[in-house]
């Protein structure tokens, strides 16, 4: 079986360290993110014939067309990662809607959307993974008054985007875990 993989926001953070963690153990890789210049430079920096898509998750026949690329250059797609996502970090009381849709769109109906057009091929196949990912220190998240958060988490730090990238990893690599949630929190959750 082809290891075929496409890493929705894959040109940054958790994405990135999904694809090299992936390319490390084999896997053909198409890395897609809305900014084609950062795509490039991360299949690049992987080395073997990996490939940079540009998507905008939130739009539909975006994310249709470039499945259809995916599939025409690496073929079909076994394993999907949705790891894009956006963050406009403020009060609900200043946050505008605009910005409220926009991360709506890019976080949730993206991960739908990317899903939705994997699973046709995927149920074709009679085979296929996907993991969708939360977040972790990233660049995305720098802003968060980090202190103040660490004292909440047992392991006393905020997750690392290659903390994530094993635990994809696992469940892409593990036909018989379906449907289960992951938390890779260090702990926070059992703090709660």
Do not use: W
Request: glycine share 10%; charged share 25%; net charge positive.
């Amino acid at each position: 079986m082809d290891k075929v993989c496409a890493v929705f926001g894959g040109s940054r953070g958790i994405g990135r360290a999904v694809a090299r963690l992936m390319a490390q153990r084999g896997y053909r890789l198409a890395i897609v993110a809305r900014n084609l210049q950062g795509a490039r430079a991360a299949a690049g920096d992987l080395g073997g014939d990996h490939l940079a898509f540009s998507c905008d998750v939130s739009k539909e026949h975006d994310v249709q067309r470039t499945f259809e690329e995916i599939e025409k250059t690496l073929g079909h797609v076994n394993f999907l990662v949705n790891a894009a996502g956006i963050n406009r970090d403020s009060l609900l009381v200043r946050t505008n809607t605009e910005d409220m849709l926009s991360q709506l769109h890019t976080n949730l109906l993206g991960s739908m959307l990317t899903c939705k057009a994997a699973v046709k091929t995927m149920i074709k196949q009679q085979r296929g993974s996907i993991v969708n990912v939360g977040f972790v220190h990233t660049d995305m998240t720098k802003d968060l008054k980090e202190e103040h958060l660490k004292k909440s988490i047992p392991l006393g730090r905020f997750g690392e985007p290659e903390d994530v990238a094993r635990a994809v990893v696992f469940l892409l690599e593990s036909p018989y875990v379906t449907g289960h949630v992951l938390v890779v929190d260090g702990g926070l959750q059992l703090a709660m």
